[in-house]
């Protein structure tokens, strides 16, 4: 057998400049005939790039990126050398494994990775998510470290937010992601505990805003009966969702045929599936006899389509999922708008309102807390109960009679 040759060298991303028209220098790893790319983290102009060889290089910056590059080759070739016979997955195990890679400091760093990482496993929700978060921070300061988010950065952050007009949610959001990266670079060692920011600073919460229906609203959508198909499939579907126990449609997209079981629906929510594997417990919910005719006008009819819904079809990237479920809902939304303003309903009735319209309902009956917990999928009471929508003033006014009744 002749012996391996694998050998290392540089490419620039030409195709994908950033902001500053710079491109990301990749390390790439050739073992014929295969060969595969790594970010180095690096990046240079195009005319950068063709001076970084000039063996009388005299720009510092460009020195500094050389010298990095020499230790990234340095380090992969001495890897390399203990890999008899090589393996790609043995070299990107040993190489990503090494705290030289994991020192990075730049905040930019860990948040690329872990949405990486959330990508590799199909969270492409959460990995977009993530992504925003990071453009926010850049946004108001450019080139952060680790170490640079410190209680004073937090509150300045937080203060830039308000005054460009966001919401407590939207900061919430953006700062408990902030956290997550914090904590796993805490974890890696690459930040000590006693610099925690978010021990001494409170993250803001959104308020929780009233998104649930009232009981003649409600009425009004069950008894109405549109003109148009399309909304009719529409206010279908969101009928379907709050007689469900107000399931995410991203849920429903993805509800298989073997979901159903005589009378009742089983699943998994997908926004928990990749979190809770530890208690991945089905939510089991008993299907109202208008909940099953729903399903029985709209089901597949395609037998090869593993799914009980025409909205998706089998082999779909997770990014596809995704834009799919984004697409139909915004379809579902426009229909029900034109409803809301033909019944003349003042709450908008976007799909999540049928979720909170759920909840609520089941609060007002007297329901309790633990049921709707469950029903809904939450994590704990805490969560359900922050989650509930209030008593309208309506039922405030008439529980006083109990005092003197």
């Known amino acids: 057998m002749s012996e391996q040759k694998v050998t290392v060298s540089f490419y620039l991303e030409k195709t994908k400049p950033n902001a500053e028209n710079k491109c990301l220098i990749k390390m790439v790893i050739y073992c014929n005939p295969n060969k595969k790319r790594f970010s180095t983290n690096c990046h240079a102009t195009i005319e950068e790039w063709e001076k970084l060889n000039n063996s009388n290089l ?42 030289i890679v994991n020192k990075n400091t730049a905040l930019q760093y860990w948040f690329d990775t872990y949405i990486k990482t959330l990508n590799d496993k199909g969270r492409v929700g959460t ?6 978060t990071i453009n926010s921070l850049n946004e108001f300061k450019k080139g952060l470290h680790v170490h640079d988010i410190t209680i004073a950065l937090l509150e300045a952050y937080e203060a830039h937010m308000l005054k460009n007009e966001k919401s407590n949610t939207t900061i919430g959001i953006y700062l408990r992601q902030l956290r997550a990266i914090i904590n796993q670079a805490i974890e890696a060692g690459i930040l000590s505990q006693d610099k925690y920011p978010f021990k001494k600073y409170e993250i803001p919460s959104g308020q929780n805003i009233k998104k649930a229906l009232s009981d003649i609203e409600i009425n009004k ?3 109405h009966i549109p003109t148009k198909e399309d909304e009719q499939k529409a206010l279908d579907f969101w009928l379907l969702s709050y007689l469900c126990s107000g399931i995410n449609f991203a849920d429903i997209i993805q509800l298989k045929p ?11 929510r997908q926004k928990t599936k990749n ?6 417990r089905p939510i089991k919910i008993g299907l109202h006899p208008r909940a099953i005719t729903i399903i029985a ?14 909205i998706l079809e089998d082999g779909l990237q997770p990014i596809t999922v995704k834009h799919r479920c984004q697409r139909f809902i915004k379809w579902v939304n426009k229909r029900m708008e034109n409803i ?5 309903i003042e709450q908008k009735i976007g799909t999540y309102a049928a979720r909170h319209t759920f909840s609520t309902v089941m ?8 049921f709707i917990k469950e029903s809904l999928g939450h994590s704990s009471i805490a969560v359900t109960e922050n989650y509930l929508d209030s008593f309208n003033d309506d039922v405030k006014l008439d529980y006083t009679k109990f005092l003197t009744s």
Do not use: M
């Open 297 to 310: 006008k709209w089901k597949n009819s395609d037998a090869k389509n593993p799914y009980l819904f025409p």
């Open 127 to 132: 990995a977009s998510s993530y992504k925003t």
């Open 58 to 99: 005299r720009d510092v910056n460009l020195k500094a990126i050389k010298a990095n590059l020499n230790v990234k080759q340095q380090k992969a070739e001495k890897i390399i050398a203990g890999l008899v016979p090589f393996s790609f997955v043995s070299f990107e195990e040993a190489y990503f494994s090494n705290s």
């Open 221 to 223: 959508l069950l008894k």
């Open 258 to 268: 073997s979901s159903i079981d005589g009378r009742y629906l089983n699943f998994i």
């Open 275 to 280: 979190t809770k594997k530890k208690d991945l």
């Open 340 to 344: 809301r303003q033909e019944l003349g």
């Open 363 to 370: 609060k007002r009956r007297g329901v309790s807390t633990e």
